[in-house]
Nanobody, 125 residues
Framework: QVQLVESGGGLVQAGGSLRLSCAASGLRFSTYTMGWFRQAPGKEREFVAYIPWSGASTNYADSVKGRFTISRDTAKNTVYLQMNSLKPEDTAVYSC??????????????????WGQGTQVTVSS
């Protein structure tokens, strides 16, 4: 079955950086659009970024544009989220997700099929 396992979360001071990783198994990774979403306590799940399977342009939430970078390594079946210039408002559980095979990107979480367990990111001020 499909498994998505995130790692790399932790506690960091404002202005710092973290790199999240998501290792995928049970799917033909190169044919799946991958995304990252986050959810802070008491808030709805929020789109962060996606990277299409097709090589089309990546997409970012306005709140992270210019600070976060999503990338993928097909040889390692892994998607990354490099987070720089972190702010306290970036504090959330970050989850990796995959759409159905050959689907393009979406900012709507209900259009994603597979989800990881999430990794906590805490940014202190």
């Amino acid at each position: 079955q499909v498994q998505l396992v995130e790692s790399g979360g932790g506690l960091v001071q404002a202005g710092g950086s973290l790199r999240l990783s998501c290792a995928a198994s049970g799917l033909r990774f190169s044919t799946y659009t991958m995304g990252w979403f986050r959810q802070a306590p008491g808030k709805e799940r929020e789109f962060v970024a996606y990277i299409p399977w097709s090589g089309a342009s990546t997409n970012y939430a306005d709140s992270v544009k210019g600070r976060f970078t999503i990338s993928r390594d097909t040889a390692k079946n892994t998607v990354y989220l490099q987070m720089n210039s972190l702010k306290p408002e970036d504090t959330a559980v970050y989850s990796c997700t995959a759409r159905r095979q050959f689907e393009r990107g979406s900012t709507n979480p209900i259009e994603y099929t597979f989800w990881g367990q999430g990794t906590q990111v805490t940014v202190s001020s």
